[in-house]
C-alpha cells in the first residue's frame, strides 16, 4: 500500500495495522489522518481481510494530536488556512477516522499500551474489543489543552462502555484510567504484559475466523445498529433479516453440518 506512517502485515485474513511513528508516539500528524483515512475507507468492499488488529509502535498505542506539528486543530490539514470553514473541514476529516472504523465489516481488535491519549483514546474507544497491556493509559486529553473533552466519538462510545458516571468523571478531569481500572470497568477485555499483546489477540482471531464471513459481517452490522435502535423491534426486524441472509449461504448448510460431524467448517463465503 506504500503508505509511510503504517505498517500493514496481512496475516491470511487478518491485517496487522501498526501506527508507525515511533518517535513521535505514535501521534496522529497530516499523513498518519490521511493515511488512516485510506486504509479504513478501503476496507469497506474488501472480502479479503476478515479482522484487523491496532496497535502503536514502540512505546505507546497513539498520544493524540501531533502538537508539534501545529498548535491549532485546524493546521492538521496542512493547508495553512484558518478560520471557521477551514478548522471545521480539519475537524472533520480526523473524525471521519472513527466513521470509517464503525463502517469497515470487519472487526477491529486494539491493543493498547503506554499512552492512549486523545485522539489515540478515540480510535480504541471506535475498535471493537480492546486488549491492554500493563503500560495502557487512557484519557479524554482534549480538555487538558482548553477544548472539550466531547471530540473524535468519545462522548459517543465511552458511555455506551463503562456508563455515564464513569465516563462522566473521565471526560471532565481528562485524568488517566490504567489498565487495571479500564478491565474493572469493561473498557478493556483482557490485560497482558506488554509483551504479549499479539499473545493475547490469537484466541480472538482464532474464534472469529472460525465463523462464517458473512456471519461476522453483519453481527458487526448490526451490533452497531442495535446500539442505538430505537425500540425492540427495530433491532429484532435486523436480527431477522440478517438471520435469513445467512440462511441463504452455503455457508451456513457447512455449519450445521459440521456441528452436527463434530468437526470443524471449512467456509467458502458463498
Partial sequence: ??????????????????????????????????????????????????????????????????????????????TGASGPAAGLDSQRRISEIVMRMRRCPQPIISLVHGPACGGGFALALASDIRIAGESARMNAAFIRLGLSACDIGV??????LVGVSVASELMLTGRFILADRALRVGLVSQVVPDAKLAEAAKP?????????????????????MSVDAASLEAAVAMEDRNQILCAQTNDVREGMRAFLEKRKPVYTNS
Fill in 1 to 78: 500500500m506504500g503508505y509511510e506512517t503504517l505498517a500493514i502485515e496481512k496475516k491470511s485474513e487478518v491485517d496487522w495495522v501498526t501506527l508507525n511513528r515511533p518517535d513521535a508516539l505514535n501521534s496522529l500528524n497530516t499523513v498518519l489522518v490521511d493515511e488512516l483515512l485510506d486504509y479504513f475507507d478501503g476496507l469497506y468492499f474488501n472480502r479479503t481481510t476478515r479482522v484487523v488488529v491496532l496497535r502503536g509502535a514502540g512505546r505507546a498505542f497513539c498520544a493524540g494530536l501531533d502538537l508539534k506539528q501545529s498548535t491549532s486543530r485546524r493546521n492538521v490539514e496542512g
Fill in 204 to 224: 480472538y482471531l482464532d474464534e472469529m475466523l472460525s465463523t462464517s464471513p458473512l456471519g461476522l459481517r453483519l453481527t458487526k452490522e448490526c451490533l452497531n
Fill in 155 to 160: 462522548s459517543y462510545f465511552l458511555p455506551r
